[in-house]
């Protein structure tokens, strides 16, 4: 049995060979894993940690898949996804909550709503989980999650310690955050303000149908593709106007609900998305002068050339 092997044995419980990663995305797109490993808590995680210091084997975070296409030739190495405790979610007082990081937004969105916690409603029209929203600052309608983000507490890969990130130590922008890779965010501390139950359910419902008008649903997508610029046209803006919202690759299309969302449309491989993306991409800079940055993130082996 080589090193590895060993290594991952202590683990066996919770690691998986071989694994299937098209449905960890919500394309429905990508190749294997080689490891795939489910901490059910965070000493394990640590342990995990640790342990791989001797063994240096690639370590790659995913979420929900709401916004990650994986490469066709999959990830090598080992892909850690969160077990199911890391989805708690626990009321520590009037106004604000604890979340495991694995919790899907609309869930804690709902959990606010239940216990007439307002300024969450957002929560609702973001697909994924709250840790995955914290790194990307994610938000929608005029408010992003840097707006109730009391605390993160993290686990850093290298020295295999826990610790409690405050608000103020994190610089956040759009779209993103200063936070390390070599961090994996476990549990999310959110602070609201108490408000009327009633008042909040409209706030959400309205939220959720101002989505459903503007953006498809029931696809193969991970929603927005491309950030918005500050100060210019929207992305989407962008890609209709120099005619890319009618491009295609193989059976990788884009919405004709909003042109900033890319869609497996049921037969594509992840090539055919990442092809169709780099072909709008180049399209719009030759045409506008515009580099459009991606909002979704593309993770795995590369095709060799």
């Not at 708690?88 to 495991?100: C, F, H, M, S």
């Not at 969105?109 to 969450?120: C, Q, R, V, W, Y």
């Not at 994190?170 to 959110?190: A, Q």
């Amino acid at each position: 049995m080589s090193s590895d092997q060993n290594f991952l044995k202590r683990f066996e419980k919770n690691i998986y060979n071989n694994v299937n990663l098209s449905k960890f995305s919500w394309f429905n797109l990508g190749g294997p894993a080689e490891y795939l490993f489910k901490p059910e808590n965070e000493s394990q995680l640590i342990e995990f940690f640790k342990e791989n210091k001797n063994e240096k084997l690639k370590i790659t975070v995913i979420g929900a898949g709401s916004n990650t296409l994986i490469r066709d030739k999959g990830i090598k190495g080992v892909v850690i996804k969160l077990g199911p405790k890391f989805s708690e979610i626990k009321l520590i007082n009037k106004d604000t909550i604890e979340v495991g990081a694995a919790a899907l937004d609309r869930k804690v969105s709902n959990f606010a709503k239940e216990n007439s916690i307002g300024n969450f409603e957002f929560l609702s029209c973001i697909p994924g989980s709250v840790g995955g929203a914290v790194v990307m600052n994610s938000g929608c309608y005029g408010d992003d999650i840097s707006k109730i983000l009391q605390s993160i507490t993290v686990i850093e890969k290298n020295s295999c310690k826990k610790k409690e990130i405050k608000h103020s130590e994190i610089k956040f922008f759009y779209r993103g955050t200063s936070l390390s890779d070599e961090l994996v965010i476990t549990s999310v501390k959110l602070k609201g303000e108490i408000q009327l139950k009633k008042d909040i359910e409209e706030k959400q419902k309205r939220y959720i149908e101002k989505k459903k008008l503007s953006q498809p649903s029931q696809i193969k997508t991970c929603g927005s593709t491309f950030k918005n610029i500050i100060n210019k046209k929207k992305a989407w803006e962008l890609i209709k106007e120099t005619g890319c919202d009618n491009f295609k690759v193989g059976d990788a299309i884009i919405s004709k609900k909003h042109c900033n969302f890319f869609v497996n449309n049921g037969n594509a491989n992840s090539s055919d998305i990442e092809s169709l993306i780099n072909k709008v991409q180049q399209t719009v800079s030759e045409k506008t002068g515009v580099n459009l940055e991606l909002e979704i993130k593309i993770i795995g082996e590369k095709e060799k050339i």
